[in-house]
């Protein structure tokens, strides 16, 4: 009876940043020490790790791609260096066989490679070229890479473990076909896949059909943290070949899962010969044992966490993240006592802690008592830097010098507010944020240059009914309420004119929040609209203020994606498009 193998595996779900090649290198190093520190065999590191992710046009400089190939081979020498050698490590990064797909010299089925390398006593032992290339919704791999078409098995300690990336495992057919052709035991998967509401519950279905399909265990790694738009949420996993979750980190923090996986050994004989998974297998070997170790470990299954808690984590990380590794001291932003200001406000304060956040009051003629003392309350409940700045003045010296009316004087003061804040940011080196939200984003609810000023947008992808939502949730967690009752129980106004209020302008955000939903994340067309039982007028209406507003969109700031399709990457139209619904 042969024994099987125990492999004690760790999953670094750690945060890197785009281009800081170096960083990401040590980064691999410090939690590489911990991994050998709790007795792994193996770490496995989240996709592209030592160039962060994703590069964009990155890829097609051939500095920076000698940069990171450069990087590995140093990586695994340093590893070695600092003693830890006999680690075996996997380890994410950017590699080339050729010139890009977009230049003259380009040759079909050789490029820039979204990689995955083993590295074990100094050498980099195998690499693995990512097969399935994802081109929808934020990503362009298609445009980057080229796709692989071999599967790197290695055998470790006399267990087979086969190296994938990230859209393998959301894809049937190609690596894990392969993977149970060649009879792997152990599928390591390593990830940069964004978060969005409930993508949790995806992967895990996902991981496990996966694992079956393979017939081997599958551990699927995820990196965490903050790039631009995108935020990533770890949720790494261990299932077991008959699709057993073993093992599940939280999200949104970094972490290094460690479990042991009693494995298969290898056996001797040769993949069968079929190839209708479209992969070849390529083989490599590590003349090392698996070293038993005294206790077994079990890296546990992490709680889910409720919708409110998910996304508030993603907006705090979005937003920490942007702000840290853009290296702004602090951010401002202005603070009108309305719900909008109040949860960027909160989520700020979360993020950087309240000495790093500047909020301001830019009342006008027109803004009214309750808002200026909500302002004031939520400042003193989170303990931010607040100022007042008011814009009348400013306001009046326009007006002794234009002759505006109606709506022009209503952007006037959005505008001087906008001026205001860019002068402090320039002044005290501030990241100006802006709080508008994705319902008011989608119909152009917003001035031009005025409340739209501003460098990130922590609620650009959070329509105005989650913005209540949130709210109120935040206000349940322990420690002071950061957000007044009355700034989530008012109705919504820009205080631009005499007792103006947002259902002036637009349909009740419970009616509207829907249909935007169903046009913009959905792509459903008018007709559909309606038979879901929205009244056509409305529907037309709110499509027309969608379509016409695409214009404010293309200069909007970025901010954190929690949706299945948020603006910016996910959603690309043409400005100049003649093209509307039902006409």
């Known amino acids: 009876m042969r024994v099987m193998p125990t492999l004690r595996i760790a999953l670094a779900q ?10 990401n290198a040590e980064s691999v190093r410090r939690w590489s020490r911990t991994a050998a520190g709790a007795g792994a065999h193996l770490v496995a590191f989240p996709e592209m790790m030592l160039t962060g992710y994703p590069i964009e046009d990155l890829v097609f400089r051939n500095s920076f791609v000698e940069a990171s190939q450069r990087a590995l081979r140093t990586l695994a020498a340093d590893l070695a260096a600092d003693g830890l050698g006999e680690l075996a490590v996997v380890v994410g990064y950017v590699d080339a066989d050729g010139p890009p797909a977009i230049s003259a010299d380009a040759t079909p089925g050789v490029g820039r490679r979204d990689a995955s390398a083993l590295l074990h006593r100094g050498e980099v032992v195998a690499t693995y070229f990512k097969h399935h290339l994802p081109n929808y919704g934020v990503f362009d791999e298609d445009r980057y890479f080229e796709a692989g078409d071999t599967l790197t098995v290695v055998r470790l300690g006399g267990v ?4 994938t990336v990230c859209e393998d495992i959301w894809q ?23 978060y969005e509401l409930n993508k949790d519950d995806v992967r895990l279905a996902l991981v496990q059909r996966r694992a079956v399909e393979a017939g081997a265990t599958v551990a699927f790694v995820n990196m965490v943290g903050g790039q631009d738009e995108l935020v990533f949420d770890g949720d790494s996993m261990i299932v077991s070949s008959s699709g057993e979750l073993l093992a599940r980190t939280g999200q949104f923090t970094e972490e290094m899962l460690v479990h042991d996986l009693d494995l298969p050994l290898a056996g001797d004989d040769a993949p069968a010969p079929e190839h209708g998974d479209g992969m070849r297998i390529s083989h490599a070997t590590i003349d090392a044992a698996l070293p038993p170790r005294a206790e077994r470990k079990s890296g546990g299954i992490a709680d889910r966490v409720e919708d409110e808690a998910e996304i508030w984590s993603a907006l705090v990380l979005g937003l920490r993240d942007y702000v840290n590794k853009n290296r702004f001291p602090s951010v401002i932003f202005g603070l009108s006592g309305g719900i909008d200001s109040a949860v960027v406000a909160a989520i700020a304060v979360d993020a950087l802690g309240p000495e790093r956040v500047v909020g301001v009051s830019l009342p006008s003629g027109f803004s009214s008592g309750h808002s200026k003392d909500d302002a004031a309350d939520l400042a003193k409940r989170t303990g931010l830097d607040y100022r007042t700045e008011p814009i009348q003045a400013m306001v009046d010296s326009f007006l002794a010098n234009m002759s505006l009316s109606g709506l022009a004087v209503e952007n006037l003061q959005a505008r001087v507010r906008g001026v205001i804040l860019m002068a402090l940011s320039n002044q005290e080196g501030h990241l100006v944020l802006t709080t508008g939200n994705k319902s008011e984003l989608a119909v152009g609810y917003s001035t031009l240059y005025g409340d739209s000023v501003g460098g990130f947008n922590p609620l650009k992808d959070v ?18 309420p950061p957000i007044p009752e009355n700034s989530i129980t008012k109705a919504p106004s820009a205080e631009l004119r005499p007792d ?12 509207l929040d829907p249909i935007i939903k ?10 559909e609209l309606i038979a879901a039982g929205n009244d056509p007028a409305l529907v037309d209406r709110t499509l027309r203020m969608i379509d016409l507003a695409e214009y404010k969109r293309r200069q909007s700031a970025p901010g954190t994606k929690i949706s299945g399709k948020a603006f910016g990457r996910d959603r690309r139209l043409p400005i100049t498009n003649l093209f509307r619904e039902g006409l």
């Open 518 to 527: 169903g046009y913009v994340d959905r792509d459903l067309g008018r007709d």
């Open 14 to 23: 750690v945060n890197s940043t785009v281009g800081d090649i170096r960083g």
């Open 463 to 480: 329509p105005k009914t989650m913005v209540w939502q949130l709210a109120r949730w935040r206000n349940t967690q322990p420690g002071t």
């Open 500 to 511: 103006q209020k947002d259902s002036d302008s637009l349909p009740d955000y419970e009616i």
């Open 172 to 194: 049937a057919g190609g690596p894990f076909t392969a993977a149970r052709r060649a009879g792997v035991g152990l599928v390591v998967n390593i990830n940069a896949s964004p």
């Open 160 to 163: 087979d473990v086969a190296l």
